[in-house]
């Protein structure tokens, strides 16, 4: 219903940016199913992954074990914030500073934040072989 009514006061001439709302629950559509199953056979074993956190670097290779930034690197002993790990929070938010990762579901992020590079850690597959993020942002 959320998703409805937005979606029908966009098309009513509200300006997106008007629109808000809060997610308690995902509902995936159809659209987000499909692109989560192909980002979650992608392969991400040897992608070098950069965090950059409280100004230090750490870097890790990922592996088949994980497929988003922020489950890998908690698993190469990094300590992130998160919350939801269902991509409606935010609390995991970066910066792509280096290379490109592509998010399996955004419900968080708006527009103008995504174009700024900014990504959910724990919805985010790598798509090159190395990764720069940064959570100082
Ligand atoms: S932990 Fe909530 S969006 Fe990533």
């Known amino acids: 219903m959320v998703h409805y009514v937005s979606n029908y006061l966009i098309a009513a001439?509200?300006?997106k940016e008007l629109v808000h709302y809060e997610l308690f629950v995902t509902?995936?559509?159809?659209e987000d199913i499909k692109r989560a199953e192909r980002l979650s056979k992608q392969n991400v074993e040897g992608t070098q992954v950069t965090i950059v956190d409280?100004?230090?670097?750490?870097?890790?290779?990922m592996s088949k074990e994980y497929d988003n930034i922020l489950d890998a690197a908690l698993?190469?002993?990094?300590?992130?914030?998160f919350a939801c790990k269902g991509g409606v929070c935010s609390t995991?938010?970066?910066?792509?500073?280096e290379g490109n990762v592509e998010m399996k579901v955004n419900y968080?992020?708006?527009?103008?934040?995504?174009?700024?590079n900014l990504v959910l850690s724990c919805q985010s597959v790598p798509t090159t072989e190395s990764?720069?993020?940064n959570f100082d942002v």
């Open 27 to 30: 509902g995936l559509s159809e």
């Open 75 to 81: 698993g190469a002993g990094a300590d992130l914030p």
């Open 108 to 116: 968080a992020l708006d527009d103008k934040e995504v174009a700024q």
């Open 13 to 15: 001439g509200l300006p």
């Open 54 to 61: 409280g100004g230090k670097e750490f870097t890790f290779t």
């Open 131 to 133: 990764v720069v993020v």
């Open 92 to 97: 995991c938010k970066c910066e792509v500073l």
